[in-house]
C-alpha cells in the first residue's frame, strides 16, 4: 500500500469536531466497570470507571487467584460478579463462570467439540464470548454458536453456523468474535450461498438475514452509527464493509486484506467519524474518514502500524498499538498520530502486545507475559512499571474491570486465567 495523506492538521482536527456532533460511535450498554465483550463495554480496548494503581509491588502486581483451563486463545469477559472464560477440555468446549473476587466456580456448562486444529495445534475457541442482557454468546473454534443464561449457565440454544452455511475453518478455526447490534448477534461467518455475514435472533438463534460472499478472517466487527442508523464494521478476508444492522445492506466498502497467506485479525476500531483498520502481512494499515454514508481514505501506509492481530487504542488524537509480527520476534511498542501516520514514538524489541486504556495510562500485555504500565503519553516512551506476570504464552485478549487485570496464559494442552490487582477496588 502507498502513503497518502491527505489534508493538514487543522482540517482533520477540524473533521473531528463536526464529526462527533454529526457521527456518534454506537455504544453498547454495560455497567460501569464490566468487560462484557472483547475489548471492553465499547470494544475499544478502553475500560471505564477504572481507577489505576500509581505504582507495583517490586514483583509486580498482586495475584489474586488464578483457575486452571484447557485449551483455546478465547478472553475473559466480566459482568458483575460473574467472570467468563471459554476453553476446551478433551472432547467439550467448556463455559465456565468464575466468582470475580475469589477465582470459585460458579457454573459450568459444556459443548461437544469436532475442531481437530490447523495451523496452530491448540483446538480450543479462538472467539471471546459476549455477554448481553442476562445471556453468554460463545463462537466455538468449528463455528457453533452457544448461548446460555449468564446467572446459571442453563443451555438455551446452539447452532452449527459452519454446517448450516458451509463455512471454513481457514488456519485457525472460527476467530471472530460475534457482536450484539440493534437486538441481533451478528458473525462474520464467511459461509457460501450468500452467508458471509450472518444476523441471528439473539432469542432462538435463527437467521434474521444473510448478506455477501465475503470469506471470513479473524478479526471481529465493530459497531458504529451511520446517518443516525446503527451499522457494523467487519474487515473481512479481503474487504472492509460497513452492513445496515437493520437487514444487512450495505453502507460502504473498500479493498483491504491480500490473497496468499495473509491474515486480517485486528479489530476495527472507530473514532469521531474515522474507521482505522490495520494489518501485518503486507497490507498495512488505513485510516477513513466516514460522513454522509461515504468513506475517504486519509492516509494508508505499510509502515506506521502494521498490527499482526492485535488492536491498537486511540487517546487524544494519537494511536497505541504494536507494529510488527510475533512470528517474526519484530513486534515494536508505537504511538503514531491519527492525522497522518507519522510515528511519534516506538519501542524496538517490545514484542507483539495486546494494549489497554484507562484514562491517560496503557496496560501492555506482550505474548511472553511481560505487563507494561505506561503512559498515554505522545510525546515520549514513558515506562511507569514493568513485570513478568507470566511464563506461557500469553496471545489471548485480556480484561479490565473492577480494578483486575484478567489474563490467559497458555502452556502446550493447557491455560490458566489469571486475576490480578491493578486498580483501587
Known amino acids: 500500500m502507498t502513503c497518502a495523506h491527505r489534508g493538514t ?25 464490566d468487560w462484557p465483550q472483547l475489548l471492553g463495554p465499547t470494544r475499544n480496548g478502553s475500560a471505564t470507571d477504572e481507577n489505576l494503581l500509581e505504582t507495583w509491588p517490586a514483583a509486580g502486581p498482586q495475584k489474586l487467584w488464578s483457575v486452571s483451563l ?14 467468563i472464560a471459554f476453553h476446551r477440555v478433551g472432547n467439550q468446549e467448556q463455559l465456565l463462570c468464575c466468582h470475580r473476587d475469589t477465582g470459585k466456580k460458579l457454573w459450568q456448562t459444556s459443548f461437544p467439540a469436532r475442531y481437530a486444529g490447523g495451523v496452530n495445534p ?3 475457541p479462538r472467539c471471546t464470548p459476549v455477554i448481553h442482557a442476562n445471556r453468554v454468546y460463545a463462537f466455538g473454534a468449528a463455528g457453533v454458536m452457544h448461548c446460555v443464561t449468564l446467572d446459571t449457565g442453563k443451555a438455551v440454544w446452539s447452532r452449527d453456523l459452519y454446517g448450516d452455511y458451509r463455512g471454513d ?13 440493534d437486538n441481533k448477534l451478528l458473525v462474520n461467518l464467511g ?21 455477501t460472499d465475503e470469506r471470513a478472517s479473524y478479526s471481529s466487527p465493530t459497531v458504529v452509527q451511520v446517518k443516525g442508523k446503527t451499522h457494523v464494521v467487519f474487515v473481512t478476508r479481503l474487504n472492509t464493509i460497513c452492513v445496515s444492522a437493520d437487514n444487512g445492506k450495505t453502507a460502504f466498502q473498500f479493498p483491504f486484506g491480500r490473497r496468499g497467506p495473509t491474515v486480517n485479525a485486528a479489530t476495527p476500531l472507530v473514532f469521531n467519524g474515522h474507521l482505522f483498520v490495520s494489518a501485518a502481512y503486507g497490507v498495512g494499515a488505513r485510516l477513513t474518514r466516514i460522513a454522509n454514508g461515504t468513506a475517504t481514505e486519509v492516509w494508508s501506509n505499510d509502515t506506521s502500524m502494521s498490527s499482526q492481530y492485535s488492536t491498537c487504542v486511540f487517546h487524544r488524537q494519537f494511536l497505541y498499538g504494536t507494529h510488527g509480527r510475533e512470528d517474526f520476534n519484530n513486534g515494536e511498542l508505537r504511538c503514531i498520530a491519527a492525522q497522518n501516520g507519522r510515528v511519534r514514538w516506538s519501542v524496538p524489541g517490545f514484542g507483539v502486545a495486546n494494549v489497554l ?15 507494561t504500565l505506561a503512559a498515554a503519553n505522545s510525546s515520549e516512551y514513558q515506562k511507569i512499571a514493568q513485570a513478568s506476570v507470566s511464563r506461557g504464552t500469553t496471545r489471548a485478549v485480556p480484561a479490565l474491570a473492577h ?23
Request: aromatic share 8%; glycine share 14%; hydrophobic share 45%.
Open 70 to 83: 484447557g485449551q483455546g486463545y478465547a478472553g475473559p469477559v466480566v459482568a458483575g460478579i460473574r467472570v
Open 403 to 425: 480494578g483486575l487485570f484478567l489474563f490467559r496464559a497458555n502452556t502446550r494442552s493447557k491455560s490458566d486465567l489469571v486475576a490480578l490487582v491493578v486498580g483501587k477496588r
Open 191 to 211: 459461509g457460501r450461498d450468500n452467508a458471509g455475514l450472518v444476523a441471528l435472533t439473539l432469542e432462538s438463534g435463527k437467521t434474521v438475514w444473510q448478506v
Open 169 to 181: 475453518e481457514g488456519y485457525f478455526g472460527a476467530g471472530s468474535s460475534p457482536i450484539v447490534a
Open 357 to 371: 486504556l484507562s484514562e491517560d495510562r496503557l496496560l501492555a500485555l506482550n505474548t511472553t507475559g511481560q505487563l
Open 9 to 33: 492538521s487543522t482540517r482533520f482536527l477540524a473533521s473531528l469536531l463536526i464529526a462527533s456532533a454529526m457521527f456518534p460511535t454506537c455504544l453498547p450498554t454495560a455497567v460501569g466497570g
Open 122 to 124: 491448540d483446538t480450543g
